[in-house]
């Protein structure tokens, strides 16, 4: 059953536009929800967690319970903001990721 | 910083091969895990283990087997390797325990290429 989806492979958006990566769940528990980042030749790295409620680089996620739902957003992209993006949710030990998208933020 | 290392970055092996991956992390963590990578498919879990000789099948265990003997040691085996197994395996940990603390620390990756 696939629990998180990423409808977007592929994301392009100008350098100073707002941009929105678009993350949905499948989960009937209280659900925990990850953003993953992976730069170019850098390891996968966790960007942010919806418990911490925190901003990262200047990104955010708000769970919306009602959407199942879990975007990552940002008002303004850079350029260093391009990489695959992973949504994860973690249902006690056990992790599923979603299938990624890309961003690539142009000059 | 947690540390977790993989034991080769790029792998070639021949089909019919008995393949091991070793992953190791320092810092003491239970939970540990096997993914691949496969453009279009994201992350697919193999295996995970959550204490020493303890392991999960993930979703996708067929070919694959692992061993954690030790805490910050887990591999992962190919018994017989195939070329549709070539991918990218990556390897994370993660301390056990409650909402909040289950962020994985992931290796480099495994580039493994089956001809």
């Known amino acids: 059953a696939q629990r998180v989806t990423q409808p977007e492979k592929l994301l392009s958006v100008f350098k100073g536009a707002p941009v929105e990566l678009k993350c949905n769940y499948s989960?009937?528990?209280?659900?925990?929800l990850f953003w993953y980042v992976q730069y170019s030749r850098q390891r996968l790295q966790l960007l942010l967690r919806?418990?911490s409620r925190e901003s990262i680089k200047g990104f955010t996620a708000d769970l919306n319970k009602g959407e199942t739902s879990f975007h990552l957003k940002k008002p303004f992209a850079q350029e260093e903001d391009s990489a695959m993006y992973y949504c994860?949710?973690?249902?006690?030990?056990?992790?599923?990721f979603g299938t990624g998208t890309s961003l690539t933020v142009i000059p | 910083d947690v540390k977790v290392t993989q034991s080769s970055r790029y792998l070639v092996k021949r089909t019919g091969e008995k393949v091991f991956l070793e992953c190791v992390q320092d810092m003491d963590h239970e939970n540990m895990f096997w993914y691949r990578q496969d453009p279009g498919l994201g992350l697919r879990l193999i295996y995970f283990?959550?204490?020493?000789?303890?392991?999960e099948k993930g979703d996708i265990p067929e070919g694959y087997s692992v061993s954690r003997e030790k805490k910050e040691r887990f591999s992962l085996i190919l018994e017989s390797a195939s070329t549709n197994q070539t991918s990218m395996y990556l390897c994370a940990s993660s301390p056990l325990g409650l909402a909040g603390y289950g962020t994985q620390y992931f290796g480099p990756g495994t580039r493994l290429t089956v001809l």
């Open positions: 989960y009937s528990g209280s659900p925990e």
């Open positions: 919806h418990i």
């Open positions: 994860a949710l973690r249902t006690g030990n056990q992790f599923y």
């Open positions: 283990s959550y204490d020493v000789k303890m392991k």
